[in-house]
């Protein structure tokens, strides 16, 4: 297929309401490019042909691709139209908003924590500055703030990794992060029942003190240990509440869970 050629993509049928319009074209139309039915130089469908095709408005089709040229997937060229770009999706590390429905997505999700954060500790222990530890331990005082407020420190939480990344001195381990972003607290998105949340939360607290005491003696060795035994805990107390847990898109945890 030559760069001039439409395509009319075998995954454009009408959409639903049930989930977000903009986000779901814009995953169709990255589907087919992963799936090579689009390939580089490949010109997509026209606005109005898109329209047609899936019943939306001109608005979301709009800002559909607009999304997926921000990511580097298409490339628009002025006055023709928008084209497959020379590196696609299959190119690009992608955690699609859906794509953690289940216990096993959010263990997936905490395994590949434990590679990146275990040496962003390491790391953290050896480079911090005095700021930068100070910085570490306000975020652990915020998390506890937030549960003697009988509060799920969802934020707190992501807030105290994150400041352990930002230590490293590496920009890229805290742009993983954020990348993440909610994914890696997976009570964003778990509901548990008859869960004492205190008790629970208190628990892997006193983990992160562990590491940042290990941070703070600027112990490289204990660091990641502490972060690795912090995570490898954390994905083994969720597989013992695998029975209580509810994941959804969509859902409001009721009664959330430690991470």
Not at 93 to 105: A, K, N
């Given at each position: 297929m030559d760069a001039g050629s439409n395509h009319t993509l075998s995954s454009l049928t009408p959409v639903g309401q049930s989930r977000s319009l903009v986000v779901e074209i814009g995953r169709r139309i990255a589907a087919d490019i992963a799936a090579g039915r689009l390939l580089p130089g490949t010109r997509l469908p026209t606005e109005q042909e898109l329209m047609a095709?899936?019943?939306?408005?001109?608005t979301v089709v709009r800002e559909a691709v607009a999304?997926?040229?921000?990511?580097?997937?298409?490339?628009?060229?002025?006055?023709?139209?928008?084209?497959v770009a020379e590196l696609p999706a299959q190119a690009l590390?992608?955690?699609?908003?859906?794509?953690?429905?289940?216990?096993?997505?959010a263990l997936d999700i905490m395994e590949l924590r434990t590679a990146v954060e275990t040496e962003a500790a390491g790391l953290?222990?050896?480079?911090?500055?005095?700021?930068?530890?100070l910085a570490i331990r306000e975020a652990l005082e915020a998390i506890d703030a937030a549960i003697e407020r009988g509060e799920a420190a969802i934020g707190e939480d992501f807030s105290f990794h994150a400041a352990i990344t930002?230590?490293?001195g590496n920009?890229?381990?805290?742009?993983?992060?954020?990348?993440?972003?909610?994914?890696i607290i997976p009570r964003a998105s778990v509901r548990i029942r008859a869960l004492n949340l205190r008790a629970y939360l208190m628990t892997f607290q006193q983990e992160h003190r562990t590491i940042v005491a290990a941070i703070?003696?600027?112990?490289?060795?204990?660091?990641?240990?502490?972060?690795?035994?912090?995570?490898?805990?954390?994905?083994?107390r969720y597989r013992a509440l695998a029975p209580e847990l509810i994941l959804g898109p969509g859902d409001e945890p009721s009664t959330p869970s430690g991470h």
């Open positions: 095709a899936t019943g939306v408005s001109r999304t997926l040229r921000a990511e580097g997937l298409i490339a628009t060229r002025q006055g023709i139209g928008s084209f590390f992608r955690i699609e908003p859906g794509q953690t429905e289940t216990l096993s997505d953290a222990a050896e480079r911090a500055t005095s700021g930068q530890r930002d230590a490293t920009p890229q381990f805290r742009r993983f992060l954020d990348f993440l972003g909610r994914f703070d003696a600027r112990s490289v060795g204990q660091a990641r240990t502490a972060m690795r035994e912090h995570l490898v805990m954390s994905r083994e």
